[in-house]
């Protein structure tokens, strides 16, 4: 991750740390009983050992193992990281697991979607249950802490690990993260809120600065964070930085997360992103992952270190019993002290899916975004031939599981590669879909499931009714070089020269049909308007159902709901921001200078057509919007400090000041949910984005029904953070416009909210 530096943390941001009086959460101040309690009876040397990771996995690092060889099965007999046991207070230890997908690097479990395949459901239900199964996975294997949600935004269309999360809006991700922790947390496990924070792109993850501006953190970055805390989310990883490291930043820890946040949970580095003893005590850090300094050096910045600290005074003995407090309040509010299983990671263990396989399925089926669907040629009636043509419709001949971390692209892309991943307990290849779900419409199949052998494309898909053609583009963690590709992408092209296999089968087939399973946005202009491109589907990365989310799209078992999770350009140098992959010898600086216009917020701003814009998606049938009516108000100008509305100490900054209501028909003639979209327009004197979401919601209606939607606003959703009084505030100036919409830019209904 990357260093954050402050432009204009002022006093007021200070001064609200002080007291920090934290949420009124009865959870955690029960947890907090308990823990104190049991803290009472520990020594020093006891309390650091909370603090401190023991790693099983020496040789493990993320920063200093540049090309990974590491195989499968490398951790299967112990967790990604470990806390050791305290016997007199019966505390049997943590066991800490990646990923955030599903429990990785063992066996019987399932591979889920990706983070951002939940978030193109735009459906809080699915990304709620989810986070239920997981958990389940999570804690049938043993598992105390699993490692996920990730919430760090899309900033970046080429960012290596912006799968993992839930795509470039920070309402969007807000939910996404609020629902997958209440999930993963209701059955017992603690969820990880991560990475704190700024950790935007891979390259150089460990050696940047992130630098960003006061407003643009609070509006956008924080902004899941603070929504993981509303959730009671267990524990924060801090990312990787340089200089002003992000472990051991005052300001973001001790300032923003717990100060302006309330957080009442503990702080773990990330892997090997520890770089001092009293510093990343005293500025909030409060365990050290996976334990030692460098990998197998057997010292750590914590453990004995820290009790030595403590003894010279460079550390006050009551931050220490901070830190182990917070570990073992976690602990406590999940329950773990009752009955939790032990770890069981290995061979022979648990088998944990359960029936998750069906709502896998569900999920890749209302994640799966229809992007062009000319002349109604989806879904297929009875084809009676269809020509699968790719590579990224097939199997991996070696298996899902053939490449350590996923770290190569052959066969149907469910996930990218790193840390992020799991293993499939199988993986629906396309082609076995299709090829079973054809034999309903009696529909002939011809494959050619090479990239690179146009003329076989070809002579697949000459003379069949229609051709569905796979491409993919794949990306991961820094560290694993996937095809040239270091973690973040070069561009934004298709894998395999996918452009060409397109081009290639519309050149002879007038029914082409392109299908991408991707982790991120692809440039498509090549081929987009080619006459015989008569549909696109995005499949996301949907994890090991890949093959039957998708025909329940194709044949209309399905009625397409999907929404992009970001937006689509026409050229990759309309997006505001790029990855940085220039070479520093001290810091690379990574200037957020964009601000707050990142994704459609941009293109919006600049007045630049998107290919596809955020928010949008097709469906089989047609949704009309009428009847908007807005009641409530704001006081014009009134104004909440951060820790107000980040602690929640006034929860009504969290109520709804302002209903917004409308009525939502299907006029088609198939039953289908809709996702209609709430964006405000602030007043212009504060410069936000034109259109900036505030609501969504997932409306199920069969042909003719209608249903009156509501969506609640609160005075938070309605402030923007003004910079010189450190509050959040409510323009004096000007009134805040609401548009209700199919996407980000399919306007249909307008309004006002009166500011009194
Ligand atoms: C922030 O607002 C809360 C709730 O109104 C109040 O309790 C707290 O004292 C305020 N903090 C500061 C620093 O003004
Ligand atoms: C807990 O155990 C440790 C080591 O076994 C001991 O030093 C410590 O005094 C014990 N604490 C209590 C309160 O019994
Ligand atoms: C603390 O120690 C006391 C005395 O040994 C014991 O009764 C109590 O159960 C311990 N508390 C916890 C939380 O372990
Ligand atoms: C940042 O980290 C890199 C790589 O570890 C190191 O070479 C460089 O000296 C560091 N720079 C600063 C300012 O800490
Ligand atoms: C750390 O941050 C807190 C909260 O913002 C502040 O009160 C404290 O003075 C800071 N400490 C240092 C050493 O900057
Ligand atoms: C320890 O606590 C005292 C009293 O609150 C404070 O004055 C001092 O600065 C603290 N020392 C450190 C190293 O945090
Ligand atoms: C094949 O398709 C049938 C009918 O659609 C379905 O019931 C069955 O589960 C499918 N088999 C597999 C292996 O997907
Ligand atoms: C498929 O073919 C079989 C045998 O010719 C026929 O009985 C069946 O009705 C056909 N099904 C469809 C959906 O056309
Ligand atoms: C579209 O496909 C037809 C075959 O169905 C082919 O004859 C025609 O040349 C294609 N059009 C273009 C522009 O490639
Ligand atoms: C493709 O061409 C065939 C033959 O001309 C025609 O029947 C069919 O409707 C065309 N399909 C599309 C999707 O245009
Ligand atoms: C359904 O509603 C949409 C949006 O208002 C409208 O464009 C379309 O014509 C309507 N369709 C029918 C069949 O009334
Ligand atoms: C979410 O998805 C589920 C499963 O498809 C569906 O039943 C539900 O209507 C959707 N919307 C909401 C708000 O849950």
Same mark, same amino acid.
């Given at each position: 991750m990357a260093r954050v530096s402050l432009f204009s943390l002022t006093f007021a941001t200070l001064l609200?740390?002080?007291?920090?009086?934290?949420?009124? &959460?009865t959870e955690w101040d029960a947890a907090y009983v308990k823990a104190e309690a049991a803290i009472a009876n520990l020594s020093l040397s006891e309390k650091v050992i909370l603090t401190t990771g023991v790693s099983?996995?020496?040789?493990?690092s993320t920063l200093f193992m540049p090309i990974r060889t590491i195989g499968e099965g490398y951790f299967s007999s112990s967790c990604t990281g470990n806390i050791a046991s305290i016997g007199n207070i019966s505390f049997p230890g943590i066991c800490l697991q990646d990923s955030a997908l599903g429990v990785k690097?063992?066996?019987?479990?399932s591979a889920f979607p990706a983070g951002i395949t939940v978030a193109a459901t735009w459906n809080r239900t699915l990304m709620y249950l989810r986070g239920v199964a997981m958990g389940e996975e999570f804690r049938g294997k043993g598992v105390?802490? *699993?490692?996920?949600p990730y919430m760090n935004?899309?900033?970046?269309?080429? +960012?290596?690990?912006?799968?993992?999360g839930f795509g470039a809006d920070p309402y969007l991700s807000g939910e996404g993260a609020y629902q997958s922790v209440l999930g993963i947390q209701s059955r017992g496990v603690q969820a990880v809120a991560k990475?704190?924070?700024?950790?935007?792109?891979?390259?150089s993850r460990a050696s940047s600065?992130?630098?960003?501006d006061d407003r643009t953190e609070h509006e956008l970055y924080l902004h899941p964070f603070l929504r993981s805390m509303q959730a009671n989310v267990a524990a924060v990883m801090c990312s990787y930085i340089n200089n002003s490291y992000a472990c051991e930043n005052n300001a973001t820890?001790?300032?923003?997360?717990?100060?302006?946040?309330?957080?009442r949970g503990w702080v773990m580095s990330d892997w090997y992103a520890t770089h001092s003893t009293a510093d990343a005590a005293n500025h909030g850090l409060d365990v050290t992952m996976?334990?030692?300094?460098?990998?197998? +050096?057997?010292? &750590?910045?914590?453990g004995e270190t820290l009790a030595i600290a403590v003894d010279v005074g460079t550390v006050n003995q009551s931050r220490v019993d901070d830190m182990a407090t917070r570990i073992l309040a976690a602990w406590y509010l999940l329950g773990q002290d009752q009955d939790y299983p032990t770890p069981n990671l290995g061979?022979?263990?648990?088998?944990? *899916?359960?029936?998750?396989a069906s709502l896998i399925r569900t999920i890749d089926a209302a994640g799966t975004v229809l992007l062009k669907n000319d002349k109604g040629v989806?879904?297929?009636?009875?084809?009676r031939s269809i020509a699968v043509i790719g590579?990224?419709?097939?199997?991996n001949p070696s298996g899902p599981?053939?490449?350590?971390?996923?770290?190569c692209d052959d066969g149907v892309l469910g996930m990218g590669w790193g840390s992020g991943t799991a293993n499939y307990p199988y993986l629906i290849a396309p082609i076995d879909a299709i090829t079973n779900r054809s034999q309903t419409t009696n529909t002939t199949v011809v494959p050619s499931l090479s990239d690179s052998d146009l003329n076989a494309a070809a002579t697949a898909g000459t003379g069949t009714d229609v051709a569905l053609v796979f491409i993919t583009a794949d990306s991961g963690e820094f560290g694993y070089i996937v095809e040239w590709t270091d973690?973040?992408?070069?561009?934004?092209n298709a894998w395999h020269n996918g452009d060409d296999l397109v081009q290639k089968v519309a050149s002879v087939n007038n029914n082409t049909i392109v299908i991408v399973n991707t982790v991120g946005p692809i440039i498509v202009?090549?081929?987009?308007?080619?006459?015989?491109?008569?549909g696109l589907i995005w @499949?996301?990365?949907?994890?090991?159902e890949a093959g039957n989310g998708l025909i329940d799209v194709l044949w209309g078992d399905y009625n397409p709901s999907g929404r992009l999770p970001y937006t689509i350009a026409?050229?990759? @140098?309309?997006?505001p921001a790029q990855v940085n992959f220039n070479i520093s010898l001290t810091t690379l600086q990574i200037p957020y200078s964009e601000g707050l216009f990142i994704d459609y917020r941009h293109f919006d701003q600049a007045n630049i057509e998107p290919r596809y814009e955020f928010g949008f998606g097709l469906s089989y049938t047609t949704f009309d919007y009428s009847g908007i009516s807005v009641s409530g108000s704001v006081t014009s100008g009134s104004n909440y400090n951060a820790t107000a509305v980040g602690a929640s100490l006034d929860a009504s900054l969290h109520e709804s000041a302002v209903s917004v209501t409308f009525t939502l028909q299907n006029n088609g003639t198939v039953a289908g949910h809709e996702i209609p979209q709430l964006y405000v327009t602030f007043p212009s004197s504060l410069n936000e984005p034109p259109y900036v979401l505030k609501g969504f919601d997932s409306v199920f209606l069969v042909p003719g029904q209608f249903e009156q939607v509501t969506f609640n606003l609160s005075p938070y959703d309605l402030s923007y953070w003004n910079v010189e009084t450190q509050m959040w505030e409510v323009s004096s100036a000007g009134e805040i416009g609401v548009t209700i919409g199919a &996407?980000?830019?399919?306007?249909r209904l307008f309004g006002q909210i009166t500011l009194q």
């Open positions: 609200s740390f002080v007291g920090a009086q934290r949420a009124a &959460s099983g996995n020496p040789l493990y690097s063992t066996q019987g479990n105390n802490v *699993q490692l996920g935004l899309m900033r970046l269309p080429a +960012s290596g690990r912006a799968w993992e990475h704190f924070i700024n950790n935007e792109q891979e390259r600065s992130s630098n960003v820890l001790n300032g923003y997360l717990k100060g302006e946040l309330g957080f996976p334990g030692d300094v460098l990998p197998g +050096s057997g010292i &750590s910045w914590f061979s022979g263990g648990p088998d944990v *899916q359960g029936d998750h989806l879904p297929l009636t009875a084809p590579n990224g419709a097939g199997s599981n053939a490449c350590a971390d996923r770290s973690g973040d992408r070069n561009n934004l202009d090549a081929w987009i308007d080619h006459p015989n491109v008569t @499949s996301g990365l949907p994890g090991q026409k050229n990759q @140098s309309d997006y &996407s980000s830019r399919d306007h």
